[in-house]
């Protein structure tokens, strides 16, 4: 009987964390416990593409992200995207991941429903399913994959063609398979955070002790 080997699984979490909170962490930790992932590198996005330039600068959401995760030894910090000049893709991103990983592992991004429905419009988007599995997670507000409406025909043919309810799937092979993920949904948005703080009023217990300091004492998002 044949053995068949195993990949670990690393967690790739892009974004711009403009600012990072509890519902990140949150949806992180949970992918760890439940799907195995060994590590998970979140990765602030520099100048993205298909969002609004973010409100706090690359140095203030990467420091953001590194006081946040501090502490968990599954969670590392990656600046590679806030380092690049020009904007941001992930498909970049993505290669230069499995050019530099000197084991065989399958690499794993993790992307909330509402951005994974407009993948058509990311840079070289097919491309994308030959260098990572897609984890999807719920957002509030939006309803499940299956449910969902808004696929442009290409990507409901990418999803009902790739789509798995096994977790073991995602160790078999380095990449192409796109896996639901049931997580925690907590109603946290950074669009809330900031517009609260833009008020004047408080966003303690949104976000790590932490993290609401350093907003506080850089007067970000005032």
């Not at 044949?2 to 949150?26: A, V």
């Not at 993948?119 to 719920?138: G, K, P, R, S, Y």
């Not at 799937?169 to 609260?196: C, E, P, V």
């Amino acid at each position: 009987m044949s053995i068949i080997n195993k990949l670990p699984l690393i967690g790739i979490y892009g974004g711009t964390f403009d600012p990072i909170h509890y519902g990140h962490l949150r949806i992180a930790e949970e992918l760890c416990d439940t799907i195995g992932l060994q590590k998970i590198f979140f990765v602030p996005s520099g100048l993205p593409r298909l969002r609004q330039t973010p409100a706090a600068s690359r140095e203030h959401r990467a420091a953001m992200v590194r006081l946040a995760i501090e502490g968990n030894p599954r969670f590392e910090l990656d600046t590679r995207e806030i380092n690049r000049t020009g904007v941001t893709a992930t498909v970049q991103t993505l290669r230069e991941y499995q050019h530099e990983t000197r084991i065989d592992a399958a690499f794993c991004f993790i992307l909330g429903i509402d951005a994974f429905i407009k993948i058509d419009q990311w840079t070289e988007w097919l491309e994308l399913f030959n260098l990572c599995h897609f984890i999807i997670v719920a957002r509030p507000g939006f309803a499940s994959l299956t449910e969902t409406q808004q696929f442009s025909d290409d990507v409901q043919h990418e999803f009902l063609s790739r789509r798995t309810a096994k977790v073991s799937d995602l160790a078999l092979q380095s990449s192409g398979f796109i896996y639901t993920a049931q997580t925690s949904m907590l109603d946290i948005s950074a669009s809330q955070i900031r517009t609260l703080l833009s008020a004047g009023k408080s966003i303690r217990y949104l976000l790590p002790e932490k993290v609401h300091d350093y907003i506080k004492s850089n007067r970000l998002y005032t």
